[in-house]
């Protein structure tokens, strides 16, 4: 069911032209709240927000009918339900294990400098927004409500890996399921018809791999497949002719795809030249070359803001932000 948003006010259009943003006063409107609705992060952490901004914020909150709550530390994690948002100022790299260990996905959201940045990416953040490139009036608040590309199946037991491949997916309106052990694969795989499959070559070893799953090379539900492989270890050429180069279309190292799914989402102009490399196998080392990839197709122009939209979402990848995209 639905019930009608709290408009704003007290927030005046003086304020917001003095801080570049727009009022969301002026829109005809308010959003109606939806129960259950599919909110982006349900925690936000703001770091270095002017007052007038965090009051903005707020505002904006009540506007889109967002039900928020501030997390206070002296208070302790807050025990509100599921649907409603948490916000806490003056965030901490240690509030990132606090909101995992409430099954709560944050987004690190306002200024900082190379060394906090870093600092929240050890502590495993997956989403940074930061005001210094991105205004304020445009953060995104929900997930599409239909999916933009197809579900993927990431199989690792790393699990950062995962939350990282899986935050990548979800700002792009789609979703990545978490497959720890071979032996469920086949039956998630039937299940759910992914539309790509990712293997993660280094937490399984390579015979296992092999052996579970070239059974299955060949029915219909088996889909698209990129393997995450450490090039520099020793007897990875070996584990290849054995034949895990039969598992998947083509092979990168675990930051390279990242940027090359990216790509495939027209997160940057076809012209540009990409950042990581992939390999074909062929049989033996010497014919290792450069995989070679369709052009990224055209997005049609009215679609032109959604795209962008999910561009700058996609510039919250810590590793894959920092190594070059300057698009906005």
Known sequence: MFRIAFLVAGFSQRTNSRIGLKSPRSRKKPVLFQAGMNLLSDVLLLRRLTPEEREFLLALLKWKGISFFEWVTSSGFPSVSKDTLLWKMDAQPEDIAQTKDWSREACLLGRFDQEEKNAFLRAGTNRIYDLTSFPLDEFP?????????????????????????????????????????????????KETKPGLLILDAESFEARELIEKLRPILGVPY???SFCLIDFGRENVYQDLARGLKDLAKAFFDPKDLLLFIRDRFALRSA???????????????????????????????????????IRRMFLWLGDGAVRGDSST
């Open 271 to 309: 012209d540009e030249e990409s950042g990581y490399q992939a390999i074909a196998w062929g049989g033996s080392p010497r014919n290792i070359r450069e995989y070679e990839f369709p052009n990224i197709p055209k997005i049609p122009e009215d679609n032109g803001q959604s795209v962008l939209r």
């Open 222 to 224: 088996y889909p698209l």
């Open 141 to 189: 608040m929900f997930r599409p409500n239909k999916p933009i590309h197809p579900e993927t199946i990431l199989l690792t037991q790393n699990e950062n890996l995962y939350y990282r491949y899986r935050s990548l997916f979800r700002a792009a309106g789609s979703n990545a399921y978490w497959c720890r052990d071979i032996f469920g694969l086949p039956n998630l795989l």
